[in-house]
């Protein structure tokens, strides 16, 4: 079974609109991570956001939110107001802490950012 | 200051030669990782190193692959007897220690084996 699961290989959306990328993770480890990276046509990876699966509240980063619902196995990445900057891939992954800290990325989500 | 730094970074070989790429983490991180991205695809783990140890070396696709760091600083992944399924860009990342959440990715090494 994958770890870490991006439904959507692709979107399309408006310039200034809020984006919701979808990740979900599988893990019976009870100490985990959940990170956001960017990768840009240049091919730099670029961290955005993390969260601790002890976090009680959602991790937040400028324009960056994670929406982290525990129960659900869901650390979905909102980015406010998107820029044409944005259009990027973008990879969830997951690091389980009693595993030796391997990192484990979804295949990623190629968004598009319209003018 | 200094970030992550790799070097070569493009490299052709033919196939059946071995290769050795290497990482220059940021100073003073103690983890680093080895990762490697096939085209249009994501990122596939190989190896952490926490110092000069190794705690989980089965992300490494084959024997054929080994790596290295000596001084808890620099880091080499060496490929023996390349292979054309070899080619993809292998991406190196430091972070201060094993606790930190924050990666910071190299520009990597685009390998192509012929």
């Known amino acids: 079974a994958q770890k870490i699961t991006q439904t959507q290989p692709g979107m399309f959306v408006q310039e200034k609109e809020a984006v919701t990328l979808d990740c979900t993770y599988d893990?019976?480890?009870?100490?985990?991570?959940l990170f956001w990276y960017k990768q840009p046509s240049s091919g730099e990876m670029i961290f955005l956001i993390y969260q601790g699966s002890y976090d009680q509240q959602n991790a937040t980063e400028g324009r960056y939110s994670l929406n982290f619902q525990k129960a659900r196995k869901s650390a979905n990445l909102v980015i406010s107001a998107s820029q044409l900057g944005d259009s990027a891939m973008y990879f969830c992954?997951?690091?389980?802490?009693?595993?030796?800290?391997?990192?484990?990325f979804g295949k990623g989500t190629r968004l598009h950012i319209l003018p | 200051g200094a970030g992550v730094s790799q070097s070569p970074s493009n490299k052709v070989t033919e196939k059946g030669k071995d290769v050795e790429l290497r990482c220059d983490p940021i100073s003073g991180h103690t983890a680093l990782y080895w990762y490697r991205q096939s085209l249009g695809q994501g990122l596939e783990f190989l190896i952490y190193?926490?110092?000069?140890?190794?705690?989980?070396k089965s992300g490494l696709p084959s024997d054929r692959f080994s790596a290295e760091r000596t001084g808890g600083s620099v880091s080499t992944l060496t490929i023996q007897r390349t292979q054309q399924e070899d080619s993809a860009v292998y991406l190196c990342a430091s972070s201060l220690d094993r606790l930190s959440y924050e990666q910071y990715f190299g520009p990597g090494t685009r390998l192509t084996v012929t």
């Open positions: 190193f926490q110092g000069n140890s190794a705690p989980d």
């Open positions: 893990t019976s480890d009870p100490s985990y991570g």
């Open positions: 992954a997951m690091r389980e802490e009693n595993r030796d800290d391997k990192i484990i």
